[in-house]
């Protein structure tokens, strides 16, 4: 069995150098012309001699050598032979560069035509050092345009006319195509005149340009005749690529392992490569016959053209124009490297591997989270190599007595000494135990505590795969804790997981230390947990906190022996209710699971809303105001050290996604062991208890009460009959327009309106009218599974069926289906289904929910495949940007992308507040909580002074950014403040360290209860906020650009159906979703819905904002005209205009009856504008709902559909420094490129949130700054990532894979092999990121000086 | 003021309203002192304790149900030990120590202040949680001096 891992790596490919091979390359290389088109002798069937398939190019057949090497199928390498053209023919691969460089050259001296005072410049500019692949690119582009418009050549005076592609293979000049040489084309027409005289078809072909075909042949000569400097100027790297070498003289047959030839039946089936190689071999020697025998040129020339387009589909058979009609696609040199499942992507950038698994998987909640279960039958299979020592000597020996077949067993032992490999199902095993030697390696069975990698596709984000224990266990499948099924995104309904087991001890370690579960229960997304409580443990850790759940002792002390497995000492707390009887509570239990006993260390301190929190109202309270923790519901958290003070577990509290959750708090205070410890609690106490309980859904549980079916009867009543009135009014017009919108807008929306609050009414009455026992509504409360929405659906009322945003289309003339009138607009003909699930929907009911129902899943297919290209893009982009030691963000090439990443060189992983490494406030409580109450209490100069000092004095501080530390001081000043208006209050004075008066005892004992602060506290404090910041700095060699890329990505595979929003107005659309984050990063153009959104001067007068609308907004002439009228008179017809001055006032438009003359007299076919920018289609005023950075709540503000950032900037009435557009392109062209950076960020980020996705800014910035760092916006898109990379190897395995490689050995580039892509193909590890990062920097050798030359003197 | 170190507050108070409707056992009252101008909202278990508006209750916050105040009260007690737990960790085990305070009352529970809140003027409000189980205890600080945020109290009652 080959090596799997090889510990030493004698050489590493440092760099890739891209060629052309050359004639006389190709037939060193080669052992044996091929002659002859036939494959096989007859009758033998043997490969025939000198033929494609000739023995001496190696077998494929069992049983038979190789001619040239002797050895057999497996061993044989492979060997080459040439077929020798006897005319040369197009490459097709560098037709196109053929082309480039004919336009350069003299078509008569093959000079390139630049002149010669500029050729100095272009030259130096190309032989710059390290020119980077888009300079280059943009100086060829130079040299053609400057070589182009010359005519005549300043070498030989010859003249040169325009090349062009005539067909496929086909070049033709026509040297007199400029008007300017219109005589030297009559003095050329001129010269045939003779031989036009004897032959009078001639003058037909000549034609009037003076085309000439540029076969191969000519063309071969004039690249031949091309000097070394020249090719310099076109790009070339002569040493390397000469332009003849475009043309192929010789073809290299492949050895015939690369084409084996399939044999069934005693047909053989061939490749298509051999196909067509026979094929070019036999047209090539039906042409040397003919050019040996003499033949007549036009079937020479078929006979050339045929051997040309053979290898043309040899090498591509895709090529465009050369495609042969109804025959089955070949599978040229292109077409195996292209594409999916081509060399790159398929066989480069992804292998298959070894010691791997795959299964379905199944949930256990009694492994902990970081566990994984290996079915023995797996186990039995994959094994590690584990070397002998003295303290494994006796297990390993066990394992290979035990063999393969039973399971600690092992497969393979490997001898230390001469690395002799042993299967140990065969011969005899005792022997190969007792003989077991320290050194050896066995490749033993995996066992409980081995370190294998567990993941699920699609692996959108890093979480997709991660590092778990092993543990064996009977039966089939995988089984992993319900936990961890979010990340994964796995549920149990048939997913199947995929187990890889890391071989060398690096390997291991690496693995458990960078992907273990347990470091990975946040997302780098936005340090979020993502493992946490799910379904199940939810609705029982919400059961079971809930405010009447009471305990005797035996059950209490029952329930915490769930959790812990009886491996944990549990102090039980003292009982909640001692009298009339001890009774413990379901909180209690929960304090016990975060701290079951005096010596654990964690005491968690949160304050945090619930899933679902009704606010205390406070006229139910008398005399005091209620704070949330009197929530009527129980939904508000408090746990002070660990205790739970109020609040039940749900969604909220133990789910994922909240920082400030039980897990998360946990996880930042005490670190992951004890957050994954306290999980694993969880789960078990979780499963166990709610096994006991029993919950389970039946048809009980969706029959609506009488009382909530005549409430709801009567709320569908009313809507309708609200709906038929807002349409009879519609119908007579007497709806008040909303902004922007026309009447039928507005009724639509109306409705919309009024059947929505429908739906929501009744849901609120179900979640009154339902029992406190009903299933559903337990979940939806807590948040285990699905929301009020979907009980009220089950229950009560379906509501309305949306398509694309609106109510249900009419499908039918006029009509949504033939069961309505025509043209009705009723809920209940547009889709509005007033029966619930239980109840049964009625036919056409039943229709518009599978419409909509349709929808959805339609959306979700083509969604996932256009969020996977979109993942794809953004992760080649990204990939090679990591961090590096002095913090900046640097691509695989060293550009500096970002000079500190994200702005403060923070981990969005380890940020606990809104992108702060800490949440001060909690933080605050929690330092107060652990660090008790004792001591003396400051005053709040005390406070300050305190904090000052201490700041000045730690180390740590130095290290924290002043931003950081300057929020500290605002914090502590902040509670100094409270401290002293208290203190105040109950007139403590400032400085007086006898405070405990007598008199004043009172006094004092209320300020301290309401806040007191002594130091501790504040050290407390203090050394968290440091010891935060220092962790949440990011490592050197983190991938911040592929995690970047994954951040964004990830969410887009779960955005909803949400493609429009109204911008403030309604009819505004504004595209969202996938759609928007695709233009964003596309850096489109065009993009759907451009929005200019302004701030006016005067931003309070509505009549200001019409003056400034109507300068904006074009102005048709029929607007403003009462009356046109045709004129018909004696002495003409004309058009009679009867301008509207009322109009005009009303608009508030500043026109003069002037304007609209030179209007119309400036208008083409009579379409007339007056007024306004031309690129904006419209513009909508618009009152801020909230208040932000453009101005206050209530304030007006113009919104302008449509393009033209610059103009309506600079409109009179307008803000030009606030105003904003979402087009990036156009920001860029207006404001610059920071500008555009700035524009970027705040799309994605706005686009996200519209989705109530969260990712961190750092993520965004760094995206932005890579689609800006070049100076101009490059999209993530084929064109932009070419531009940002010059990795040929990185470029192939992106997009036109085909194309990148033929552009490289054309100009003979290299590839430094620095990037990700580009180690992973070469199978280098990835050499500026992650761990391969740190390098060893020793002192240079110390060489002795140069010894002097005998003869240097001399010379 | 009162018979004991041990008993921080006592003080009657008349229920105004029962709130039964939210969860099966538990109630929420809102009660009006009778002495002190207090207000009073508190969790309980009515299945094993009922309680109608119109009652009229005695309420007494103790930081021990021992008789002799000879134990170190709690705001004395040594720093860094949560105070209070030292003194009566063990006093709710059965058949533990002499009886105690609660012979006298009806309905007895364990539990900690975790929260002070200002008011208007004068008042307080202190916030206990007993096991998840709410009191909120609203008046003048002049009558809550012995209440100390952070320690752990028994809560008796009884009916008058």
Redesign the interface.
């Known amino acids: 069995m080959k090596e799997a891992v090889q510990h030493t790596h004698p050489k590493v490919i440092k760099q890739l150098q891209f060629s052309l091979l050359s004639s006389q390359d190709i037939v060193k290389l080669a052992e044996f012309e091929v002659t002859h088109r036939d494959l096989y002798t007859y009758p033998e069937r043997l490969p025939s001699q000198n033929g494609v398939l000739d023995r001496r190019l190696g077998t494929t057949e069992k049983g038979t050598f190789c001619e040239t090497c002797g050895l057999n199928a497996v061993d044989c390498v492979g060997h080459f032979a040439y077929i020798k053209l006897a005319l040369p023919v197009f490459h097709i691969g560098y037709f196109r560069h053929i082309l480039t460089i004919l336009q350069c050259i003299c078509k008569t001296c093959a000079r390139v035509m630049v002149p010669e005072s500029t050729r100095r410049t272009f030259l130096q500019r190309f032989r710059r050092p390290n020119l980077e692949n888009l300079a280059r690119q943009g100086l060829c582009k130079q040299v053609l345009a400057a070589s182009r418009k010359i005519n005549v050549c300043q070498y030989c005076g010859a003249v040169n006319g325009t090349v062009k592609k005539a067909a496929a293979l086909k070049i033709v000049h026509e040297r007199f195509r400029q008007k300017k040489l219109a005589a030297d084309a009559e003095r050329w027409r001129q010269s045939f005149s003779s031989a036009i005289k004897f032959q009078g078809d001639l003058e037909r072909v000549l034609g009037s340009k003076g085309a000439e075909e540029l076969n191969p042949l000519k063309v071969l000569d004039l690249f031949k005749r091309m000097t070394a400097e020249d090719c310099e100027l076109v790009g070339l790297k002569p040493f390397h690529s000469r332009p003849e070498h475009y043309l192929w003289q010789y073809i290299a047959v492949p050895p015939v392992a690369i084409r084996p030839s399939v044999n069934q039946d005693g047909a053989s089936n061939e490749d298509d490569l051999t196909t067509k190689l026979s094929e070019i071999a036999f047209g090539n020697s039906l042409i040397r016959q003919s050019l040996n025998k003499g033949i007549n040129t036009s079937t020479l020339m078929e006979q050339w053209e045929f051997v040309q387009y053979s290898v043309a589909l040899y090498i591509n058979s895709e090529a465009p124009g050369i495609q042969q009609m109804n025959s089955k696609p070949l599978r040229g040199f292109c077409q195996r490297l292209k594409g999916k499942q081509g060399r790159f992507r398929g066989n480069l950038s992804g292998k298959r591997v070894d010691f791997s698994g795959r299964t379905v998987i199944s949930p256990d909640p009694n492994l902990r989270i970081d566990e994984v279960a290996v079915p023995e039958k797996v186990a039995r299979i994959l094994t590690y190599p584990s070397r002998v020592t003295v303290h494994n000597l006796q297990q390993l020996q066990k394992a290979v007595r035990n063999g393969p077949d039973v399971h600690p067993g092992a497969n393979y032992v490997q001898a230390g000494s001469n690395g002799f490999k042993k299967f140990l199902r065969y011969g005899n095993r005792e022997d190969a135990a007792n003989k077991l030697r320290i050194g050896d390696i066995v490749e033993r069975h995996i066992i409980d505590g081995d370190v294998v990698l567990f993941n699920r596709q699609p692996s959108l984000h890093r979480l997709s795969i991660m590092c778990h224990r092993v543990k064996v266990r009977p039966w089939r499948t995988f089984r992993l804790n319900e936990c961890v099924c979010g990340p994964y995104n796995a549920d149990f309904d048939g997913d199947e997981m995929n187990l890889h087991v890391p071989q060398t001890e690096e390997a291991r370690t690496e693995a458990l230390q960078l992907m273990n579960v347990q470091y990975n229960l946040v997302t780098p997304k936005n340090g979020e947990p993502v493992i946490a409580a799910t379904q199940d443990f939810i609705t029982a850790a919400y059961l079971l906190?809930?405010?009447?759940r009471?305990y005797d002792r035996r059950q209490f002390t029952q329930i915490c022996s769930y959790m812990v497995d009886a491996q944990t000492q549990v102090d039980i707390p003292?009982?909640?209710?001692?009298?009339?009887?001890?009774?413990?509570?379901?909180?209690?239990v929960f304090s016990v699971l975060m701290k079951p006993n005096r010596t654990s260390v964690p005491r968690v301190n949160l304050e945090a809303r619930c899933h679902t929190y009704h606010a205390p109202k406070p006229e139910?309270?008398?005399?005091?105001?209620?704070?949330p923790?009197?929530s009527?519901?129980?939904g508000w958290l408090?746990v002070?050290?660990s205790?739970?003070?109020?609040g039940v577990m749900d969604k909220a509290t133990v789910g994922s996604g909240k920082k400030k959750s039980i897990f998360g708090v946990l996880l930042r205070d005490y670190g992951p062991e004890e957050a994954s410890a306290a999980m694993n609690r969880l789960a078990k106490l979780c499963a166990r208890w709610l096994t006991n309980i029993g919950m389970s859904l039946g048809i009980n549980d969706v029959i609506p009460g009488r009382n909530l079916r005549t409430q709801k009867e009567g709320k569908v009543e009313t809507a309708y009959q609200d709906c038929q009135d807002l349409i009879a009014k519609a119908k007579l017009g007497l709806l008040d327009n909303k902004a922007g919108c026309n009447q039928e807008q507005t009724l639509e929306a109306m409705i919309s309106d009024v059947l929505s609050k429908v739906r929501g009414d009744v849901g609120n009455i179900c979640m009154q009218e339902l029992s406190?026992h009903n299933a559903p509504l337990i979940m939806a409360t807590c948040g285990s599974k699905g929301s009020t929405v979907n009980v009220s659906q089950m229950v009560a009322c379906v509501g309305q069926q949306i398509i694309a945003g609106h109510r249900v289309p009419d499908g039918f003339q006029d009509r949504s289906l033939p069961h309505f009138h025509k043209k009705s607009k009723d809920p209940p003909s547009k889709g509005f289904v007033r029966n619930s699930f239980f109840s049964g929907l009625t036919p056409t009911e039943f229709v518009f929910h599978a419409i909509s129902g349709r929808e959805g899943l339609v959306d979700t297919a083509v969604k996932t495949a256009e969020t996977g290209y979109m993942q794809r893009r953004l992760m080649k982009a990204l990939e090679d940007l990591t961090t590096h030691y002095d913090f900046t963000v640097r691509n695989s090439i060293g550009g500096v992308v970002q000079f500190t990443y994200g702005d403060d060189g923070l981990d969005p992983a380890s940020l606990e507040g809104d992108a702060q490494p800490l949440d001060f406030s909690r933080s605050w409580m929690h330092a107060q909580a652990i660090s008790?109450?004792?001591?003396m209490g400051l005053s709040a100069p005390q406070v300050l002074e305190f904090v000052d000092r201490e700041l000045k004095a730690s180390s740590a501080a130095s290290k924290c950014s002043t931003v950081y530390i300057s929020s500290i001081i605002a914090f502590i000043e902040g509670v100094s403040e409270r401290l002293a208006i208290?203190r105040d209050r109950h007139h403590i004075e400032e400085e007086s360290p006898n405070m405990e008066m007598r008199n004043n005892?009172?006094?004092f004992?209320?300020v301290?209860?309401?806040c007191?602060v002594t130091q501790k506290q504040l050290k407390v404090f203090l050394s968290l906020c440091l010891d935060r910041y220092a962790r949440a700095k990011i490592e050197p060699g983190s991938t911040v650009g592929a995690v970047g890329a994954q951040s964004i990505g990830e969410p887009g595979t779960q955005m909803t159906l949400k493609t429009f929003h109204f911008a403030g107005v309604a009819s505004m659309n504004v595209t969202l979703g996938v759609p928007r984050i695709k233009e964003i990063i596309n850096a489109s153009k065009a993009i759907h819905t451009p929005i200019i959104t302004t701030k006016l001067v005067a931003s309070d007068s509505e009549r200001a904002a019409r003056i400034v609308k109507g300068r904006l907004e074009k102005t048709y002439l029929g607007e403003i005209a009462s009356v046109i009228e045709e004129a018909w008179g004696a002495d003409g017809v004309y058009l009679v205009i009867h301008v509207d001055y009322q109009a005009i006032q009303k608009l508030q438009l500043e026109l003069t009856l002037e304007d609209i003359k030179w209007a119309i007299v400036a208008a083409r076919k009579l379409k007339i504008k007056e007024a306004g920018i031309p690129t904006v289609q419209r513009a909508i005023i618009n009152i801020k709902e909230k208040d932000d950075s453009r101005g206050k709540k209530g304030d007006k503000e113009l919104i302008v559909e449509g393009n033209g950032l610059k103009e309506v900037m600079t409109t009179l009435g307008i803000v030009g420094e606030h105003t904003v557009s979402n087009h990036i392109i156009e920001v860029e062209k207006v404001l610059g490129i920071e500008a555009a950076r700035r524009t970027i960020i705040n799309e994605i980020q706005y686009t996200m949130s519209q989705h109530g996705m969260y990712i961190d800014p750092r993520h965004i910035m760094l995206l932005g700054d890579v689609m800006s760092y070049k100076g101009q916006v490059l999209g993530i898109t084929r064109f932009g990532v070419s531009k940002m990379k010059d990795s040929v190897l990185m470029l192939a395995s992106f997009e036109k894979t085909t194309d990148h490689l033929f552009d490289a050995s054309a100009f003979g580039k290299s590839d430094a092999v620095l990037g990700v892509s580009e180690s992973i193909i070469l199978g280098n590890p990835a050499a500026a990121c992650g761990t391969s990062m740190p390098g060893l920097v020793s002192h240079g050798i110390k060489l002795p000086p140069r010894k002097k030359l005998i003869f240097e003197s001399a010379l | 003021m009162s018979k004991s170190a041990n008993i921080l507050f006592d003080d009657m108070f008349a229920v105004t309203s029962v709130d039964s409707g939210r969860f099966e056992r538990v109630a929420r009252l809102q009660a009006k002192s009778t002495n002190f101008g207090m207000d009073l909202s508190l969790d309980y278990n009515h299945e094993i304790y009922p309680l109608r508006p119109s009652d009229t209750i005695t309420l007494v916050l103790a930081s021990s149900l021992q008789l002799a105040a000879a134990t170190t009260t709690a705001s004395t007690a040594k720093p860094g030990e949560e105070a209070g737990a030292s003194a009566s960790r063990e006093t709710w085990r059965p058949n533990m120590g002499p009886k105690g305070l609660e012979e006298d009352y009806e309905f007895v529970m364990y539990g900690k202040i975790y929260k002070f809140d200002e008011g208007a003027g004068e008042r307080v409000t202190a916030y206990m949680s007993f096991g998840g189980l709410l009191m909120a205890l609203s008046g003048s600080y002049r009558h809550m001096s012995g209440i100390v945020l952070g320690e752990n109290v028994y809560l008796l009652i009884r009916k008058r």
Not at chain 1, 574 to 588: C, D, F, H, V, Y
Request: include cysteine; charged fraction near 25%.
């Open positions: 906190s809930k405010k009447d009471f003292p009982p909640a209710i001692l009298k009339p009887m001890q009774l413990w509570t379901g909180k209690q139910q309270f008398t005399g005091f105001n209620p704070l923790d009197l009527p519901n129980d408090v002070v050290n205790e739970v003070m109020c406190r008790g109450r004792h001591g208290v005892i009172e006094h004992r209320a301290e209860n309401m007191k």
